[in-house]
């Protein structure tokens, strides 16, 4: 049997959860960059000491991880609890009154389109093979094998955001004084347009806007926390 797959669409039982720690790990990476980014460069407009900068941008590295780890996992867990609850709910149905369910099957499969005769052999062949992932699939949109881990989300997430944070740490500290601001700029609004362009292409949507966003973005971001630390040093209010 030749296969009617294309090798540039997802198939398979697991896609959706792949595609969350993916896309939960991009997020990550991005947030990790941007946030520290505009603590250093805040920091950094104010003094040029290293000392404070550093240690701005480990708290900021270590806070924000934990923080976006947590936010995954709980967001993460809502959604698996929820999806298990319809899966429950289901199996029970199927249990209780098969025959309804047989009844209902065949009945979005024939609002889709099938003659109430094709509507009710299908239904009745999809029940024989796995009753419960048919019903999954055609009522709830759900695929048993795609449930969500907040575990793996939360890991991706914070291990994603650690990854990400060490370039603009790097690139403030590393260069000397004089340059280490537009250094950080140039390298955070680089590694943005990568972050931006792999989350577009995970999406599956053009690459240019969605990089553009991102990129600008960023740029808003530092050139307003640099603003700001500026002023706080200038003025001497630190």
């Known amino acids: 049997m030749t296969s009617t797959s294309h090798s540039n669409e997802p198939h398979g039982a697991g896609i959706a959860g792949k595609l969350n720690w993916l896309r939960a790990g991009v997020l990550g990476a991005n947030d990790g960059i941007v946030s520290v980014a505009a603590i250093v460069v805040g920091v950094a407009g104010a003094t040029s000491a290293a000392a404070p900068i550093l240690t701005a941008g480990a708290a900021g590295v270590v806070g924000g991880a934990i923080s976006m780890a947590l936010g995954e996992y709980v967001s993460v867990s809502s959604q698996r609890d929820s999806q298990r609850a319809l899966i ?8 209780e009154t098969p025959e309804q369910e047989l009844r209902e099957l065949a009945g979005i499969y024939q ?11 299908v ?3 999809l029940t024989a093979h796995d009753a419960l ?3 999954l699939e055609a009522e709830l949109g759900i695929n048993e094998a795609d449930v969500v881990s907040p575990w793996q989300a939360a890991g991706a997430s914070a291990l994603a955001f650690f990854i990400g944070s060490l370039l603009p740490m790097l690139a403030i500290l590393l260069p000397p004084a004089s340059i280490r601001i537009p250094v950080t700029f140039v390298a955070v609004l680089i590694a943005l347009a990568i972050t931006g362009a792999t989350s577009a292409r995970i999406g599956g949507s053009p690459l240019l806007r969605p990089t553009l966003r991102v990129v600008i973005g960023g740029a808003i971001a530092l050139a307003a926390t640099f603003l700001i630390g500026t002023w706080l040093g200038t003025s001497g209010v630190v």
């Open 133 to 135: 992932s048919a019903h």
């Open 88 to 95: 429950v709910k289901e199996r029970q149905e199927l249990a």
């Open 111 to 121: 609002a889709k389109g099938l003659s109430a005769a094709t509507a009710q052999a």
């Open 123 to 125: 239904a009745e062949e």
